[in-house]
């Protein structure tokens, strides 16, 4: 139930339980009142017959004498009043009630005779007496209502005392379903933030579906995007530090040998021509590893930062794919591998060519490293993967990386020992490398190749897959959007 609905209801029961309460206790009363009012009016009735009698007597009201007796008859439970005919009081039992010698008119004299009323604490009756068909004067009684007043002042005191321990009862229960409902909620809520800033672990707790339940589940969620968030920095840091460690460690090795052939170059006079332009050669060869090493880990910097824009240009996608698939005959001569290239693209995309250069680089780089020698690589740029079904390996399914956008496909395949399986989740970590002996001299890559590249096709709204097998080879696909789908797939 909502809190709102919740309160609201507590504010009507709050209000209107006592209200029941006072109308139930007051109908007792009432229901008291009516039982006694029939017994009570027999008994009046019955004692004003008798005092009717001996009031009734002419005598009473010309003997002053013969008016004592009526002292007998007066007690603290009935008043007597006489009057003359005029309203004069000749006789009262009780002065309080009406002084003697007191007069009232005419009008008020001949109100309500023979009307027996009832007052809160008394019932009055009033009646003129004649002899022999003269008014002699009048008779007021007043019969006291004792029982009945001490009743009700007892159920009076008694329905208080039960009002109050219902409205206690009622004030109570709203105390305890407030704290339960909320001063508990609210209180374990804090605490719980306050332990999670501290970095205390906080045990999630099952929810409402009120607005605490939702606050509460809306904590639990910040909590995990902050714990997430925090996972993700420490991965990152740690990722810095690896970097920055394996960076140095492979900065450190082609410099010490630049320095060794450096110094061998310059102390040993008796090297020959040939010895020379060997150390010279290994002195090149080491400064490029370096210069690629940092320009690799340049590039790699600026495509993390979320701040870089990559500028794209519009390109027609036959000439532009038709030229990044060429040109790597002759490194591929050079180490006795067999080389296929083909490319069919229509369309036109937007792309940044010297990052994809980069890719088929990286890529290709890549392929000859782990081909054996008169082994094959191929590259293929394709608008319809599926005419090249027969050229791509079985274990590349064609449903694993289609798209049912416009694509380009680019595609760069090699035999050779491939990727054990564990391993493809990790290819495109940066710094990662399947060989992990990085310190063996022919060693070309840096280990940033694959991550730069994923980081770049996602920059141009692509994707990019590997796929492995052992003792067969590696399949790698490019996949970019023709012009407009790159951002819808953004988008989506």
Not at 105 to 127: A, I, N, P, V
Not at 222 to 247: F, P, T
Not at 350 to 372: C, F, G, W, Y
Request: net charge negative; with cysteine; hydrophobic share 40%.
């Amino acid at each position: 139930m909502k809190i709102k609905t919740w309160l609201l209801i507590s504010y009507f029961v709050v209000m209107v339980l006592p209200l029941i309460a006072a109308y139930l206790l007051f109908g007792w009363i009432q229901s008291y009142n009516n039982e006694q009012k029939v017994t009570e009016h027999v008994e009046t009735v019955s004692a004003l017959q008798s005092l009717n009698q001996s009031l009734s007597d002419p005598k009473l009201y010309s003997s002053k004498t013969y008016r004592k007796r009526l002292d007998t008859i007066a007690n603290t439970k009935q008043s007597i009043a006489l009057f003359n005919p005029d309203g004069v009081v000749i006789y009262t039992s009780n002065p309080s009630f009406m002084p003697a010698h007191y007069g009232i008119g005419k009008q008020q004299l001949y109100e309500d005779l023979y009307s027996l009323e009832r007052g809160y604490r008394t019932y009055t009756y009033k009646q003129p007496v004649f002899s022999e068909n003269e008014l002699v004067g009048f008779f007021h009684v007043e019969l006291a209502r004792d029982t009945w007043v001490a009743g009700v002042k007892n159920r009076s005191l008694l329905v208080g005392g039960l009002f109050t321990l219902v409205f206690i009862l009622i004030y109570i229960c709203i105390i305890r379903l407030v704290n339960k409902k909320l001063n508990r909620r609210l209180t374990g809520l804090m605490n719980e933030m306050t332990a999670f800033a501290a970095g205390n672990q906080v045990k999630e707790k099952p929810t409402n579906n009120d607005e605490i339940g939702k606050l509460t589940k809306h904590f639990y969620d910040i909590r995990r995007q902050i714990n997430n968030a925090r996972s993700y920095l420490e991965q990152e840091q740690q990722a810095k530090e690896y970097l920055i460690a394996s960076v140095s460690h492979d900065l450190k090795t082609p410099l010490t040998s630049i320095k060794a052939y450096a110094e061998s170059l310059q102390v040993e006079k008796d090297l020959s021509p040939s010895e020379k332009r060997d150390y010279q050669r290994v002195i090149k060869e080491k400064a490029d590893f370096m210069q690629q090493m940092l320009d690799d880990l340049l590039t790699f910097t600026l495509l993390q930062s979320p701040k870089h824009d990559m500028e794209l240009v519009e390109v027609d996608g036959s000439e532009f794919f038709e030229m990044l698939v060429g040109d790597y005959e002759p490194l591929c001569k050079k180490k006795k591998i067999c080389l296929q290239a083909y490319a069919d693209v229509q369309g036109l995309f937007e792309v940044n060519p010297k990052q994809m250069i980069r890719i088929a680089d990286n890529l290709v780089s890549n392929a000859i490293s782990h081909t054996p020698e008169n082994g094959r690589i191929w590259i293929a740029a394709v608008s319809e993967p599926a005419k090249l079904k027969d050229e791509i390996f079985d274990f590349v399914d064609p449903e694993d990386f289609l798209t049912p956008m416009p694509s380009s496909y680019f595609i760069v395949q090699n035999e050779g020992k491939g990727i054990k399986e564990e391993n493809l989740l990790r290819v495109f970590d940066p710094l990662y490398q399947v060989d992990e002996a990085r310190s063996k001299r022919d060693a070309q890559g840096t280990g940033l190749g694959l991550s730069i590249t994923k980081q770049i096709m996602e920059k141009h709204g692509g994707t990019v897959r590997l796929f492995s097998k052992e003792e067969i080879g590696t399949c790698v696909i490019c996949i970019l959007p023709q012009i407009g789908e790159g951002i819808e797939n953004e988008g989506n």
